[in-house]
Nanobody, 115 residues
Framework: QVQLVESGGGLVQPGGSLTLSCAAS????????MGWYRQAPGKERESVAR???????ALRDSVKGRFTISRDNGKNTVYLQMNSLKPEDTAVYYC?????????WGQGTQVTVSS
């Protein structure tokens, strides 16, 4: 059974930084591409960033230059470093495989960017 546990969210002022972590179990982590996703109130969940088995990364345009995705296969953990945060980044952030396993969404971690 896949388990994904996100952490690291919080309340931050515009321009601030946060680092999210996601610990995965129940999968062969190193063999999977992983992704970060977010869902803002009243909006559909969207892909934010992804990282392949070979550590190739891709980011949605709105976060390029501000967010960085990385992974540590020894810890079965994927990270999302978020800098220069904007109010429009406010959302619940989730990790999952890429493409996502629809049966494996975790609880997510809330990120609120507000002054």
């Amino acid at each position: 059974q896949v388990q994904l546990v996100e952490s690291g969210g919080g309340l931050v002022q515009p321009g601030g930084s946060l680092t999210l972590s996601c610990a995965a179990s129940g999968i062969i982590f190193s063999m999977n591409s992983m992704g970060w996703y977010r869902q803002a109130p009243g909006k559909e969940r969207e892909s934010v960033a992804r990282i392949s088995r070979e550590h190739r990364t891709a980011l949605r345009d709105s976060v390029k230059g501000r967010f960085t995705i990385s992974r540590d296969n020894g810890k079965n953990t994927v990270y999302l470093q978020m800098n220069s945060l904007k109010p429009e980044d406010t959302a619940v952030y989730y990790c999952n495989t890429y493409p996502p396993d629809r049966s494996s969404w975790g609880q997510g971690t809330q990120v609120t960017v507000s002054s």
